[in-house]
């Protein structure tokens, strides 16, 4: 930390620390305005700016909110002769490092400065290590792989059933990321050049359910304005994926029943059948053996599916992944909604790793997501987390 940006309206202050600071090797730029300050930073870069809070043109702290919003990575110390704790603490949520009061100590201000590098730095180290931590657990389709012992059971069952041709069912509650584990199941195949087709069977037409699985002959009904193929010939040659597979209507679980046997298809006004070579893995958060009793589902169409069972556990029972899951979906945050947060704060991780997750993986990614778009400081921060999903804290609260 070499660069520095001294703003203050008060030109013998500016001069004074620009002095000071350069005998102890800074390099120095001062500005007496918001507006001269943001064409110094264009072309300074700066790596801290020391900024008063009350300015000519503008607050220190709308100031403070605009670099962080521009330049993140640059630490801030915001100094004013108007100390009180409501501004210091407004300082700090804003993204302020530290905040001094004057008259200025220039002793006391190094001290500051030095504290701030050395929490950079650490952060910096931090950032590196959980990157090369995460990237080393990441799979090709961008998932993190998770370290609990739950994980490894599951990751285990995909090495030992991929390279067959068995029929996998995956059971688990929703947000566990059950088609995560069927793609991971397909890549690891001997079908991994062929296509993987998920289908989302809680959302198909009953009426159009057949055409959408087989496909349709031009004419073959109204509507059927062109040949349509189905989700079975996408899936030639590789896998197919029926999400929610509980959801099916009696006929085609019975038809499905039968290209399973057969392993023949025949397109909804076809006369002739026609071959399919695929590899079916299915999933559901239903209570299958419930659906069967009731007569919703096909025994024999259960059985046919379930050759391989893999069950996935709920996020709650597998806490020691629930950090390492959180900075993976904040570095996907950070990429996709082009920020540039470092981390979260100890008591913030524990007010994740205590929560009880009801929408499992799936609400931890949308909790990041929405914490990182919302901050506006490095570090996620505990009052972040109150004021924006106070669910969480108050669930961690009740807890203690």
Known sequence: MKNILVLDDDITLGLMLKTWLTKKSFAVHTAISVANAKKVIEQFKPDL???????PDDSGISFLKWMKSVYPEV????????ADVQT???SIRSGAYDYIAKPLNPEELLKKMNAAASVVKKEKEAKA????????????????????????RVYEYVELVAPT???????????????HIARMVHDK???????FVPVDCGVMSR?????????????????????KKGHFTEAHGGTLFLDEIGNLSSDVQMQLLRVLQEKKIKPVGASKEEDVDVRIVVATNEDMEQSIASGKFRSDLYHRLNEFLIKMPPLEECTDDIALFAHHFLAKANQEIDKNVIGFDEETLECLKTYHWPGNIRELRNVVFRL????????????LLSDNIPEIYDYYQKRQ
């Open 165 to 179: 041709n068995l029929a996998v069912f995956i059971k688990g509650n929703s947000g566990v990321g059950k088609e």
């Open 88 to 90: 210091a603490v407004e």
């Open 49 to 55: 700016v020391i900024s008063d809070l009350r300015l």
């Open 207 to 227: 009426e159009l359910s057949a055409s959408d699985f087989f496909g349709h002959i031009k004419g073959s009904f109204t509507g059927a304005i062109s040949n």
């Open 75 to 82: 630490i801030f110390i915001m100094m004013t002769g108007y």
């Open 372 to 383: 990182v778009l919302v901050s506006q400081t490095p570090t996620i921060t505990v009052d």
């Open 189 to 195: 195949s001997k079908r991994a050049s062929g296509p």
């Open 129 to 152: 290590s959980r990157k090369t931590k995460t990237e080393d657990n990441v799979f090709e389709n961008g998932y993190v792989k998770g370290q609990s012992l739950e994980y490894k």
